[in-house]
């Protein structure tokens, strides 16, 4: 039995941290309208926010059922932001005519290669040949020599734009979603080579190519003073540019737990931002007429907001670099205003912008995974930072202090790793069990040799002597390399895992938040959701037959619980996704050896289910006794704006 005296008890001593559920509740409101199978009526949700305006005014003078519904207009609010940004790309000029060969000419706006490793050109807006405007994102691949075009040319071709890729199987991560709320039409590829034309001239995406103009030509002075495999690696974490990494190299970090130092979050903005705090303060302690006349902290303070700023622009505006810019804003406003900043709720604070200005990041990996790794440790060391600088008092301060710098990074990397252990399992169906000792031995490296040298190379980089600094950099990157090789080669470092059913997954979510955020003893029952959600991997079956859109891929499951993939031309693409989502044997499946499976031109049969394959996406198919279970790709994702083509 619940005792109802202790949870009133911890509701009134946690009552500072309540408005830390506020951005959990924007949250909820958006995910509520990501998991209908339908599109809302936006008229009865501006009915519902006027009901609820009426209803403040009528309980204007009953605080508490005003707050009640205060926390009820945030979760619609949440509703109603991600229902009204989906209108507005609808909204938008149709795409270029799809699946046929067409002339346009438009802006390159970015230059990335596709998962193949071919290059490809980004433009955010064409022109056909009558002059209409076609608003949005279009990716193309080209033909010819590239290598010489730049960000802000204009060019011309003929080519052939597909409609963005939709879910590659059941229960698997929606790419036309993604592509919908990124504002791409399409993708294609060139039908002719291209050509130097003249454009007009937008205001609007002036700073944009800008910004992409500038990230380009740091790339370019990356790859001229550096070897391949280094200046990848320097080009993602300076310039958000991870086009460059290899397959090998990316799995290398990920297997060895390093996967985070490719993506820009908040350990390279908070690392620059603290560095240039404390090189400002330096400089200025030379300076008695200024450090004798002027608080430093707070001239310091602008100075690394500034780099902060610049920072996050040239990386490419990445979610996890958002929320650390965010959090470093508080704290460095904090201190030009004389006021401490409080870490759970400068995160609470970074959240609820976020998702306010760019809602469709709540279903991102990156947004799910640089929360969790930062609400874990602030959890954690609100509750035991007071023991451990205990523990570490006294003694040889030298032996103290490289104690603390080890124990640091084992604990910080532990609570960091168990904090999104979750979200790696659900997204990317691994586990780095080596994680600590990657981080460990690359943590000195990183810290003292990495990171200042690009920050110093990007402070000389305008006056063209940062190529010493690149070098310097390069060489620790070097040495990182080789330790995620090592790490990354041991037996069982990226370990394979099935994705949680998203039932489990949001038990532990919801777990994790009651665990963290409260702080009295009802905090412990967020370990009980978690253990359930953890638990729910047991009821995971592999699909024992999956077929892909137009039956470009199709896979049976073999006696070793193993994928067997049909030989087929086409389908790359889809077959690459569920090798990334369920082990798959070597050995290819012969279709004549599975006799429960019919195919009469667009006709399929499993067991005694009959359909046209034209009317679905594509299907998974679990056995039932004598008979299947179908589960279709259309029921999972529903009838939605970003899906309503496929």
């Not at 290598?147 to 890729?165: A, D, L, R």
């Not at 495999?229 to 086009?243: E, N, P, R, T």
């Not at 990386?315 to 904090?334: H, T």
Request: proline share 4%; hydrophobic share 50%.
């Amino acid at each position: 039995m619940i005792d109802l005296s202790a949870v009133i008890t911890c509701w009134k001593a946690d009552k500072n941290r309540r408005n830390l559920w506020l951005p959990v509740i924007l949250g909820c409101g958006i995910g509520a309208y990501f998991l209908l199978p339908f599109e809302p009526n936006k008229w009865i949700t501006l009915w519902v926010i006027e009901i609820m305006i009426a209803l403040a005014l009528l309980l204007r003078r009953r605080i508490r059922l005003l707050y009640m519904l205060g926390c009820a207009f945030i979760f619609v609010l949440g509703f109603a932001i991600i229902q009204l940004k989906s209108i507005y790309l609808d909204s938008l000029s149709r795409p270029l005519p799809l699946e046929e060969a067409v002339y346009f000419k438009g802006v390159i706006s970015g230059i990335d290669t596709n998962y193949k490793g071919k290059l490809r050109f980004t433009f955010d807006e064409v022109e056909d040949f009558d002059g209409n405007f076609y608003a949005g994102k279009y990716r193309i691949t080209p033909r010819g020599d590239a290598s010489n075009v730049k960000i802000g040319q204009c060019i011309e071709m003929i080519g052939t734009f597909m409609p963005p890729s939709s879910e590659a199987l059941v229960g698997g991560y929606q790419f036309d979603r993604k592509s919908y709320f990124d504002g791409l039409k399409g993708n294609g590829y060139a039908e002719s080579r291209f050509f130097p034309a003249e454009c007009p001239q937008h205001s609007a995406h002036f700073w944009r190519s800008h910004i992409a103009e500038i990230r380009q030509n740091i790339v370019a002075r990356i790859n001229r003073v550096l070897p391949p495999a280094q200046a990848a690696v320097a080009a993602a974490i300076i310039a958000g540019d991870k086009s460059a990494v290899s397959v090998k190299l990316y799995d290398q970090y990920r297997n060895s737990g390093l996967a985070h130092f490719l993506a820009i979050s908040g350990l390279h903005m908070s690392m620059l931002s603290g560095l240039m705090f404390f090189l400002v303060r330096l400089i200025l302690a030379f300076i008695p007429w200024i450090s004798l006349r002027f608080d430093t902290r707070k001239i310091a303070a602008v100075f690394a907001l500034g780099l902060a700023f610049v920072y996050l622009l040239i990386s490419g505006l990445a979610v996890p670099a958002q929320r650390a810019f965010v959090m470093i804003a508080v704290v460095l406003l904090g201190v030009l205003t004389n006021r401490r900043a409080i870490s759970m709720n400068s995160v609470a604070l970074a959240a609820f912008i976020i998702l306010l200005i760019s809602p469709e990041v709540l279903i991102s990996a990156s947004f799910q995974m640089s929360f969790a790794a930062v609400v874990g440790l602030i959890a954690f060391y609100e509750k035991y930072s007071a023991a451990i600088h205990n523990y570490f008092l006294g003694g040889n301060r030298w032996w103290q202090g490289l104690k603390l710098y080890i124990m640091g990074i084992l604990v910080t990397d532990f609570i960091a790793s168990i904090s999104t252990l979750p979200f790696a399992i659900y997204h990317f169906n691994m586990v780095a069990l080596y994680t600590t000792l990657g981080n460990l031995l690359s943590g000195p490296v990183i810290g003292f040799v990495i990171m200042p040298c690009v920050l110093l190379a990007l402070l000389l980089m305008p006056f063209g002597a940062s190529a010493f600094l690149l070098k310097a950099a390069g060489f620790g990157i070097g040495l990182v390399n080789q330790i995620t090789a090592a790490v990354s080669s041991l037996p069982y470092a990226g370990l394979h895992l099935p994705s949680f059913p998203f039932v489990g997954f949001l038990l532990i979510i919801f777990g994790g938040l009651w665990l963290t955020i409260w702080q009295c003893r009802w905090r412990i029952w967020g370990s009980g959701l978690i253990a359930v959600g953890f638990l729910s991997l047991l009821f995971v079956r592999t699909p024992d037959i999956i077929v892909g859109d137009k039956l470009k891929a199709i896979a049976f499951k073999n006696s070793q619980r193993e994928l067997e993939i049909v030989p087929s031309r086409g389908g790359s693409f889809i077959k690459q996704v569920w090798r990334s989502r369920y082990p798959v044997s070597a050995k290819p499946a012969v279709l004549k050896a599975h006799p429960e499976f019919l195919q009469d031109g667009d006709i399929v049969t499993i067991g005694a289910q009959q359909f046209n394959i034209k009317d679905i996406i594509g299907f998974s198919a679990y056995r039932h006794g004598n008979d299947y279970i179908i589960r279709t790709i259309r029921d999972d994702i529903g009838n939605r704006l970003w899906n309503k083509n496929n």
